[in-house]
């Protein structure tokens, strides 16, 4: 009993001391809200304009994160709503409305009267009820110069059916908050987690709150046992059987010391579960220890519900903390969780006709030249670390994690192209897939994954996608690309005080300096050693490998480690040599 009281008195603190720092944040961010209000009220000024509902057909949205990408629950239809960009200088936020017909693979935008103001990293839910409504709550929306934040807790439907937005107004909603999650479970949109964010404090949230779509009303949760930490941006997915939901991973932040924050990457998993009739249901946590291979520990990963009771997990980002740095590891891995079984296990693409003939044939060697005696043991998942140079010399680093049988036939794959066959290599289809990223969107429509936009870093700058994947889930042979997208195209606007004094040397002379800057790179291009005709790009690095570590040492500096000189060297190389092909 003892053990007992004190863990429920230290439950009862915890929930004391986010209450005091709530009620702190928010005294203090008031007067920043008021100033983001007047803001928020312009834009919207410019969306009272408009008085009926005008579709029309489009390219493709502009690259955008942290929007919301919904199926459709009639119609073969996507829908993409609000999301953000930032260019370097400024930071853009959207309201904007999308419908991604899929047979046809054509965009329309929908302009419709009294939209909700502009935001991102709110939460999206589709219902099929009233011809299909589109359920959204919360977000943040951030100064152009993404210094000041506001956090909404307003409530909006999207009536599909007459494409008309109406505002919600029930008393009881949750703060206002970004980043967190929310599900439909039976009648219920149950919103977990998130964050507030001002200027000078933060706070992240586990409370449960659940809104009603019968009775319009909002209802706090009070579950039994101990749940997750407070957190955002987790994986959270209704159970087969829409008594509960299952919670996994997560971020958060806490102040180490003054002006210090500490970043905490979540992996743990929770089962929340309702028991009991309508009016006298309860809910319980429970901690939940799942069994396969786990997805290594990551934030900014993309979620969807598949199909059989499975959860889906794509890419997402680790950043590793230096003494003098922060490096984000980006992924373009799939996973997946069976609630069923509780277990975790990695999705492996079957690929090509060409290639499955391929690993039919490499497994048939195998068995040939394997004795009576015992076989080797299987091995893990392998650990792949590519690094790639950007033109300013700054490094991207991507890991990504292998299971062991595609391991196994990838390296069955390499022998085989390196004993001479050919022809098969020639048949070998090139394996398309979403680059690394984070903050992407992803949904489920017909059991086929769609995943859209997010971001990727390279040093200082940050690249904002708006490429479409699909991938089915039934067939798992490949990705397929419906919007491709470069990213060398994007433009990114840098700002510094060198920069602005050079801006005062006018137009003419920045126009001569990329002038010399464009013939500079030309040269030092033509520099580089040649390719040789029907040259492998293995014998180009071997040949080569000398000039490419010195300039890749010359890059990076003495004091780096001659490893990492070693693997951006050969990365060098390889972006040249495939420049020339």
């Not at 909700?116 to 709550?137: E, K, L, S, T």
């Not at 590793?320 to 277990?343: A, Q």
């Not at 300039?551 to 001659?562: F, H, I, S, T, V």
Request: proline share 6%; hydrophobic share 30%; aromatic share 8%.
């Amino acid at each position: 009993m003892g053990k007992k009281g004190k863990k429920e008195k230290k439950l009862k603190g915890a929930e004391k001391t986010a209450a005091k720092m709530e009620k702190k944040v928010s005294k203090r961010s008031k007067r920043e809200e008021e100033d983001l209000e007047a803001l928020i009220a312009e834009f919207q000024s410019l969306d009272a304009k408009k008085t009926q509902v005008l579709e029309t057909a489009c390219p493709p949205p502009s690259p955008r994160l942290n929007a919301s990408l919904c199926a459709h629950p009639e119609k073969d239809e996507l829908i993409l709503f609000g999301g953000e960009f930032f260019n370097g200088k400024k930071t853009f936020l959207y309201n904007e409305l999308f419908f991604y017909n899929i047979k046809k693979n054509i965009w329309v935008k929908a302009e419709i009267p009294n939209p909700p103001p502009r935001r991102c990293a709110q939460q999206a839910v589709v219902v099929p009820q009233g011809g299909g409504q589109m359920w959204i709550f919360g977000g943040e929306f951030a100064s152009p110069e993404g210094e000041q934040f506001y956090h909404y807790k307003d409530l909006w439907v999207l009536h599909l059916g007459t494409r008309t937005w109406e505002q919600i107004k029930a008393p009881g909603a949750p703060s206002g908050r970004s980043g967190h999650r929310m599900v439909l479970s039976k009648r219920q949109l149950l919103v977990f987690g998130g964050f507030h964010e001002s200027a000078r404090d933060y706070i992240y949230y586990n409370d449960i709150h659940a809104f009603n779509l019968d009775t319009f009303t909002w209802s706090r949760l009070q579950p039994t046992g101990t749940g997750p930490c407070p957190r955002s941006a987790c994986q959270m997915t209704p159970t087969p059987d829409g008594n509960g939901v299952i919670i996994y991973g997560g971020y958060s932040k806490t102040r180490a010391k003054k002006d210090v924050d500490k970043g905490t990457i979540h992996s743990d998993m929770f089962l929340l579960r309702r028991e009991g009739k309508e009016e006298q249901e309860k809910w319980t946590w429970t901690r939940v220890n799942p069994s396969g291979v786990k997805p290594p520990p990551r934030s900014g990963f993309s979620l969807a519900v598949g199909p059989g009771g499975r959860a889906l997990l794509f890419g997402g980002v680790c950043d590793e903390e230096d003494e003098e740095s922060l490096e984000g590891d980006f992924f373009n891995d799939l996973y997946f969780y069976d609630i069923n079984k509780n277990r975790w296990f990695p999705a492996q693409l079957k690929g090509s006709k060409s290639e499955k003939k391929k690993r039919r044939r490499g497994k048939k060697e195998e068995q040939t030249n394997e004795t009576e005696g015992e076989k080797e043991e299987p091995q893990g998942p392998t650990e792949i670390i590519k690094e790639v140079m950007a033109e300013d010399g700054t490094v991207m680093t991507i890991k990504e994690v292998i299971p062991a049988t595609q391991a196994e036939e990838d390296s069955e794959e390499e022998e085989e192209d390196e004993d001479g066959e050919e022809e098969e290599a020639a048949a070998m289809a090139p394996l398309v897939e979403p680059c690394p990223r984070s903050s992407a969107m992803a949904t489920v429509k017909h059991s086929k994954l769609y995943l859209y936009g997010g971001m990727f870093e390279v040093g200082d700058r940050q690249f904002t996608l708006s490429d479409l994947y699909s991938l089915d889930l039934h067939k798992m042979d490949q990705w397929d690309v419906l919007v491709e997208m470069d990213p060398k195209t994007q433009e990114w606007l840098e700002e510094s005080e060198s920069e602005d004094e050079e801006a005062k040397g006018g137009d003419e002379e920045e126009d001569g300096e990329e002038e010399e800057d464009s013939e500079e790179e030309s040269e030092e291009d033509a520099d580089h050693p040649p390719v040789k005709a029907g040259e492998a790009l293995a014998d180009y690095q071997t040949r080569t490998e000398k000039y490419w570590l010195g300039l890749a040492r010359a890059n990076m500096g003495p004091d780096a480690k001659e490893k990492k000189v070693q693997k951006v060297g050969h990365a060098m190389a390889k972006v040249f040599f495939e420049d020339q092909e």
